[in-house]
């Protein structure tokens, strides 16, 4: 550094500087402490068991430990390509459960065998187990009349329907869709942010342990479908400001249907992924979701981005062209479900 005297009024202006940062969300948000504080770290998996290209060697449910207390759920292409992800948290008094995968999910052996390895691991008999929803759409909810016939004494169920009013019952919610609501596992906060415009009931949930955002079918890498434009542009400024100020480790969704290349994604209905993009985003991810929301100034249009694409729909699903293009790709990946070698 060449030598320059410093006028005094600079290192003043330099600690005012760093006296605004220290008390501003964004400095909160980075943690004091180099190594993340409090913060429960976790690792995600490189690749997932989706990704394999033999359908009889994918297991119905793949169970990956994001940390001792929190686990991640990955349905099989093999039995939808929807292929979704669930959530399960571990608190020390209840655990809670985000959806239960979509048709032909098998989900409940999977899901007792996890909460019983934990209640093994954790030299325990019994933990209840609450039962929430992302949204009411089917490829979250297939598995719930499964897991509610459960009845296992080791894992009591409570279950909360995908509804607005058992959802807002439940979560302390008496204004919807501006309230914040929290459950308390035990050591253990989730909070729950209203986020409709993919669906009337769209939610996300804050863990504070983790700082991982779970935001639902709103943000994924992949397709964001639309189908209310301001009401989903509010609930993304929504949560932009909940985030403010608050350390986010990642954001997860219930999807992947990005390829690892940028503005790629997977056509409608593909089973077989061999290079799709990883599940986290981040929040800068959220800040660009809004600023596309923002740009086009109230008239809804697809948006190709680098992550994900902003999809609005209106009644119908596709477009006729693009169901016939979908129920033929339907077929085609069915057909090599048992060996389905990259072309």
Avoid at 10 to 31: D, K, R, Y
Avoid at 147 to 157: K, L, N, T
Avoid at 286 to 309: K, P, T
Wanted: glycine fraction near 6%; proline fraction near 7%; include cysteine.
């Amino acid at each position: 550094m060449i030598g320059v005297t410093m006028p005094k009024v600079l290192p003043i202006a330099v600690s005012l500087a760093v006296a605004l940062c220290l008390t501003s969300g964004f400095a909160w948000a980075q943690l004091a402490q180099p190594d993340g504080g409090t913060i429960e770290r976790g690792v995600l998996p490189i690749r997932w068991f989706s990704q394999g290209s033999k359908c009889m060697e994918i297991p119905e449910w793949q169970v990956h430990e994001y940390n001792s207390n929190l686990y991640i759920l990955r349905q099989s292409p093999c039995t939808d390509f929807e292929k979704p992800f669930i959530f399960l948290f571990f608190g020390k008094d209840k655990a809670l459960l985000m959806d239960t995968g979509s048709r032909n999910g098998n989900l409940a052996p999977a899901l007792r065998r996890t909460v019983k390895n934990w209640l093994t691991r954790n030299g325990r008999p019994s933990i209840p187990l609450i039962v929430v929803h992302s949204h009411p759409h089917d490829d979250h909810t297939a598995g719930d009349a499964e897991v509610q016939a459960m009845h296992d004494s080791a894992m009591p169920v409570e279950f909360v329907s995908a509804d607005l009013e058992p959802t807002k019952h439940f979560w302390g919610i008496e204004h919807w869709p501006t309230d914040i609501g929290h459950v308390d596992l035990g050591g253990r906060v989730i909070d729950l942010v209203p986020i409709p415009g993919h669906s009337d009931v769209s939610v996300a949930l804050y863990d504070r342990n983790t700082a991982i955002l779970l935001a639902g079918d709103s943000l994924y890498p992949g397709r964001l479908y639309v189908r209310d434009f301001a009401a989903f542009q509010a609930s993304t400024e929504r949560l932009v400001r909940f985030t403010e100020g608050k350390p986010v480790a990642h954001i997860l969704g219930n999807h992947i249907e990005q390829t690892s290349t940028p503005f790629l994604d997977y056509p409608v209905g593909t089973m077989y992924q061999p290079n799709e993009h990883e599940l986290a985003l981040s929040r800068g991810s959220l800040l660009e979701l809004e600023e596309a929301l923002v740009s086009m100034h109230g008239n809804a249009r697809r948006m190709a981005l680098r992550d994900f694409s902003v999809w609005p729909v209106g009644p119908n699903f596709m477009s006729p062209a693009e169901m016939k293009q979908f129920e033929q790709h339907q077929i085609e990946e069915k057909q090599k479900m048992w060996e389905h070698s990259p072309q």
